[in-house]
Nanobody, 124 residues
């Protein structure tokens, strides 16, 4: 399995970014996907997860109302639209795959990570 996250960059507070994660090596449409982030000096945290069909999603309280996770199963890609960005959103953002086909969990431990993340830097 390979996951390629991209779309990060430097943005001013209040701005927006859309992250993308292209997946290969799996039947993408069968698996939940998630976005996670790790800020400097902190542990990795969940940002948002979405089930295999895209009908169910969950968000961390810190991004709820400002972010939207979505997926395009035809393109094997999951997205994270982030609006009203804050300096505390600065982190490396990773995408991950659920461990079991057609399963779903909001626990970070249930997801597996591959590949490098994409850095988001929000300036004040």
């Amino acid at each position: 399995v390979q996951l390629q996250a991209y779309g990060g960059g430097l943005v001013q507070a209040g701005g927006s970014l859309r992250l993308s994660c292209a997946a290969s090596g799996l039947t993408f449409s069968n698996y939940a996907m998630g976005w996670f982030r790790q800020a400097p000096g902190k542990e990795r945290d969940i940002v948002a997860v979405i089930n295999w069909s895209g009908e169910t999603s969950n968000y961390a309280d810190s991004v709820k109302g400002r972010s939207t996770i979505s997926r395009d199963n035809a393109k094997n890609t999951v997205y994270l639209q982030m609006n009203s960005l804050k300096p505390e959103d600065t982190a490396v953002y990773y995408c991950a795959v659920g461990r079991r086909a057609y399963g779903y969990s909001t626990s970070q431990n249930w997801y597996d990570f591959w590949g490098q993340g994409t850095l988001v830097t929000v300036s004040s």
